[in-house]
């Protein structure tokens, strides 16, 4: 059996190196290029076939990613175009209210309450075995 030589050792972890490469290395060196065009609306696909006819192996998706981890770009966009509803009156947030106004046609009628869907009975682990009924008698 032989026994570990330190200096040895201290040589393999010196120049170990992990096979896989740094998140983003092959982009890295492109930043100023995609920031540009993220400046002039380019998509993140647009930006991943640009980057690929000069040569760098890359896909849309990671270029989304580098540009939010590495350029710092804001993730909300896609949120602030979402209208939240509240669950008490169903109401967009941030949107105009509807006022009930009286002219010539009288009040505005509001709008029924739509009752509670019913609660969902606990269901039991294991298979759902269909029961089967027949419209008309099978034919033998």
């Not at 170990?16 to 290029?33: D, G, H, M, N, V």
């Not at 609306?41 to 640009?50: H, L």
């Not at 009288?106 to 969902?120: L, S």
Request: charged share 30%.
């Amino acid at each position: 059996m032989n026994q570990p030589d330190p200096p040895r050792i201290e040589k393999i972890l010196g120049t170990f190196r992990p096979k896989r490469k740094p998140a983003f290395e092959p982009l890295k060196p492109w930043k100023r290029l995609i920031q540009g065009l993220r400046a002039k609306g380019a998509s993140y696909d647009d930006i991943a076939e640009i980057l690929k006819q000069e040569g760098v192996q890359t896909s849309d998706t990671t270029v989304r990613e580098f540009c939010h981890k590495v350029l710092m770009e804001s993730q909300s966009g896609k949120s602030s175009r979402q209208r939240k509803r509240t669950p008490e009156t169903g109401n967009s947030t941030g949107s105009t209210q509807q006022h009930q106004t009286t002219g010539d046609w009288g009040p505005r009628a509001e709008t029924p309450i739509q009752p509670k869907p019913p609660i969902p009975v606990p269901r039991t682990p294991g298979p759902r075995i269909a029961n089967v009924e027949f419209i008309e008698e099978p034919k033998t």
